[in-house]
């Protein structure tokens, strides 16, 4: 059974929640999902040659509430919201890892997929990750975001329409390490916003269902 090999903690605030909320990293092999990692946790590691992930990394870090609040709806209350501590898990394309994957899949509130757009089975392998994982998982649409990575420096990326099957209804960004950061690490922050306030939304319904019993 795979394991998590690796855990690096990266603060981005002061004040952590309690319960970090869990976000997986999933997606093909080579697609970019550790320098992701790494970007979003603001992680040190070396971006150099490519390893394989061995099992799972855990990275944890946080998201200050300013950054939430500026991408939350305006319609809803967000002077109670603290720094919110993300606990990111950048899982293995290895299959074996599909042997633990109920372990690895619980108490997640939301995921990121991966993938490389000059790379022409890849979408085919995040469709395929996709329906398997959301079995276990259960989540609505809301709590995906797909991560296209393309490529700068003249490096080709072939512009064609990709048929997204079941993954067309999630929200999509693209991303070029070199250019494109600013971007992608405000969509991550909207798309942590919505997850949080989700949650938060189905706790409060679970409470006034109690109450009501």
């Not at 919110?84 to 995921?111: F, H, K, M, T, Y």
């Not at 995906?144 to 329409?161: C, E, F, H, M, S």
Request: overall charge neutral.
């Amino acid at each position: 059974m795979a394991t998590p090999n690796r855990k690096s903690k990266h603060k981005r605030g002061i004040m952590a929640s309690s319960n970090p909320t869990k976000v997986l990293l999933l997606g093909p092999a080579k697609s970019g999902k550790t320098t992701l990692a790494n970007f979003l946790s603001d992680a040190k590691d070396a971006i150099g040659q490519y390893r394989p992930t061995v099992g799972c990394r855990i990275l944890e870090f946080q998201i200050e509430s300013s950054q939430l609040a500026h991408h939350s709806s305006s319609r809803t209350n967000n002077n109670n919201t603290n720094n919110s501590e993300i606990q990111l898990w950048d899982c293995s394309a290895d299959r074996n890892v599909s042997n633990c994957l109920p372990a690895l899949a619980n108490d997640a509130a939301g995921v990121l997929l991966v993938y490389d757009i000059t790379a022409d089975d890849h979408t085919t392998e995040l469709e395929e990750l996709y329906n398997v994982w959301n079995n276990y998982l259960e989540l609505s649409p809301s709590r995906y975001l797909i991560v296209a990575r393309k490529w700068g420096d003249g490096q080709p990326n072939r512009k064609r329409t990709i048929k997204m099957g079941t993954l067309a209804r999630l929200s999509r960004v693209e991303w070029d390490i070199d250019s494109d950061g600013h971007r992608v690490q405000n969509e991550f922050s909207s798309f942590m916003s919505s997850v949080l306030l989700d949650i938060r939304r189905k706790r409060e319904e679970e409470e006034i269902t109690i109450l009501k019993q």
